[in-house]
């Protein structure tokens, strides 16, 4: 069987796509030159600098195919931010969209600098943490823990949403222990010794968030505490995360007081469920009065509620194209917000299971 090339045509040989048809790279050249010497009578030209100009720019076109291309060895560089998803190979499109290229091709190294994606991000990581390690391949690894070290960077600097990422490490230690021990160690890509220096710079990171010191900020005049006490309960009204509001009941008795204000946990039941689940789990105190803050935690068992994210990916459904929504689709471009519907951490990973 003859050996084929890269370039189909012809092993050994480079060809250049003319208006006239496919020709010898050679032949191309030699035409280009004589195209420049019929148009420019300065000397230098003839002095073969104009070989030397043609050939770097071809090089030049050589690069940066070679850089489109798929089979290309320098990872992470995509000029489009977005990812078709398909389940198999078509005579259009070869091969299958992974995880670890759908990282990748939406960005999501500098997603998590924007305080709209992060939490996105975050609890995508965490999903792929818990079920999704053994479907990452190598470079997919190192971009993972990459990911992971910009957030905990970001983290250490903003002093904000600790909570998020000391689950997420540790939900991560705990996976990559359960793999690495026991049998289990042989569906890691790559060394377990690589695994177990990577579980040692999760302990270390762990380490740089409990020794984290969280800076007060300067008081330039009243703080929440000073406010009235209705005031504070119409704030503390808009929370959504229950976490959130008993970490505030841990700042001072008075705070304390007003988290257990059933108003509060009245709104955190209609904010998550419907008014069906609710009936279907009412609560009664001994008085006969409804216990929303026992009713809220028997709902989470019953029903778990999606998260709420401010901005996401977006899937539509008429090109099977999956982009963040400020990447200027054709879909949105065209007004058609209808084909394109919003996409969950659990239902991206989703997309990419076979």
């Not at 690495?180 to 270390?204: S, Y």
């Not at 900020?217 to 406010?227: E, F, I, Q, R, W």
């Amino acid at each position: 069987m003859p050996f084929l090339g890269q370039d189909w045509r012809s092993p050994g040989q480079n060809w250049v796509k003319t208006k006239e048809g496919w020709k010898k790279q050679s032949d191309y050249e030699n035409k280009i030159v004589a195209e420049f010497k019929s148009c420019c009578k300065d000397e230098e030209f003839h002095n073969g600098n104009v070989h030397l100009t043609v050939s770097h720019e071809l090089a030049a076109k050589k690069r940066s195919k070679e850089l489109m291309n798929d089979n290309t060895k320098v990872p992470y560089f995509h000029r489009d931010k977005w990812i078709y998803v398909h389940k198999g190979t078509t005579k259009e499109r070869h091969g299958y969209c992974t995880l670890g290229e759908a990282f990748n091709r939406l960005d999501f190294s500098n997603a998590i600098m924007d305080s709209r994606r992060f939490s996105y991000v975050v609890k995508l990581l965490e999903l792929i943490a818990k079920t999704q390690l053994t479907s990452l391949s190598g470079v997919a690894q190192e971009n993972y823990m990459n990911i992971l070290e910009k957030v905990l960077q970001k983290v250490l600097e903003d002093q904000q949403s600790l909570r998020n990422i000391r689950e997420l490490l540790q939900t991560l230690y705990v996976s990559v222990g359960g793999l690495v021990q026991g049998v289990g160690r042989f569906a890691l890509v790559g060394n377990v010794n690589i695994w177990t220096q990577r579980m040692d710079t999760i302990q270390h990171w762990q380490q740089q968030l409990r020794c984290i010191q969280i800076r007060r900020p300067v008081s330039k005049g009243m703080t929440l505490t000073d406010l009235p006490a209705c005031l504070q309960l119409r704030i503390m009204q808009c929370l959504s995360d229950e976490r959130d509001l008993l970490s505030l009941g841990q700042v001072c008795p008075d705070l304390h007081t007003l988290t257990e204000d059933c108003v509060l946990w009245k709104k955190l039941c209609q904010y998550h469920y419907t008014d069906r689940q609710i009936h279907k789990h009412l609560l009664l105190s001994e008085r006969g009065q409804l216990e929303w803050k026992r009713m809220y935690y028997k709902l989470c068992c019953c029903f778990p509620h999606e998260e709420q994210y401010s901005d996401t990916p977006q899937f539509c459904t008429h090109c099977y194209i999956l982009f963040w929504k400020d990447t200027n689709h054709p879909c949105t471009a065209n007004n058609s917000d209808s084909c394109c519907i919003p996409v969950s951490p659990q239902g991206f990973l989703r997309l990419f299971q076979y």
